[in-house]
Structure formats: structure tokens, C-alpha cells
């Protein structure tokens, strides 16, 4: 079956740190871009952060310089290191996989991350 499973979220006092981690089974992971997006509390789901198959990044402007994204295709994982954390960082994060050659995308349960002030 395909799946993506999120795990790491958790409670963190501002300033923390967390160390989200994707797992992916049931497509090759390799070939896939895969994203990061999060989900607040009455707000739209926005794109965090964005890994291409071919190892290109990208960021959201608010999470530049203390977010970084990463994957190891031996594990069929992506990660969101996340440091510096905010109260406003507090969401529900969802890992992502884009579609691609006419494959849908796929979206896993997400994981929520509460930063303390």
C-alpha cells in the first residue's frame, strides 16, 4: 500500500527545536519531489518547504534560515529539521508528495507541532 507516516511532532518551548521525519512506502520514493506544508488553526495549509528529486530546495520566506529539509532515499524519508521555533510555527505539518506522471499526490495524516511562548 501507499503511504506517507509523519512522526516527531510534539509540545516545544519557543526557541526549541523539533526534527520532523516522513516515511514512504509503496512507490519509489527516489523519483519523487517531495514537500513539507503545515495547517494552523482556521488558516489555509501552506507550503513550508520543498525537496526535488533532483535535490533542489526550497522555502517559505517565514521559515528561511531555521528550517531545513531533507531526504535519504535509502530510507524512503524526508525530513523537516526545525529550529528557532515561534509560537506561530504551531500547526498540524503534513508531508507531501507531488504528483508525477499522472500519478496523483498523496498527503500523509500530519503531525502536530505546539510551540510554547
Known amino acids: 500500500q501507499v503511504h506517507l507516516v509523519e512522526s516527531g511532532g510534539g509540545l516545544v518551548q519557543a526557541g526549541g527545536s523539533l526534527r520532523l521525519s516522513c516515511a514512504a512506502s509503496?512507490?519509489?520514493?527516489?523519483?519523487?519531489?517531495m514537500d513539507w506544508y503545515r495547517q494552523a488553526p482556521g488558516k489555509q495549509r501552506e507550503l513550508v518547504a520543498g525537496?526535488?528529486?533532483?535535490?533542489?530546495?526550497n522555502y517559505a520566506d517565514y521559515v528561511k534560515g531555521r528550517f531545513t529539509i531533507s531526504r535519504d532515499n535509502a530510507k524512503n524519508t524526508v525530513y523537516l529539521q526545525m529550529n528557532s521555533l515561534k509560537p506561530e510555527d504551531t500547526a498540524v505539518y503534513y508531508c507531501?508528495?507531488?504528483?508525477?506522471?499522472?500519478?496523483?499526490?498523496?498527503w500523509g495524516q500530519g503531525t502536530q507541532d505546539t510551540v510554547s511562548s
Open positions: 507531501h508528495r507531488r504528483p508525477l506522471y499522472g500519478v496523483t499526490d498523496l
Open positions: 509503496g512507490f519509489i520514493f527516489r523519483i519523487n519531489a
Open positions: 525537496f526535488t528529486s533532483g535535490g533542489n530546495t
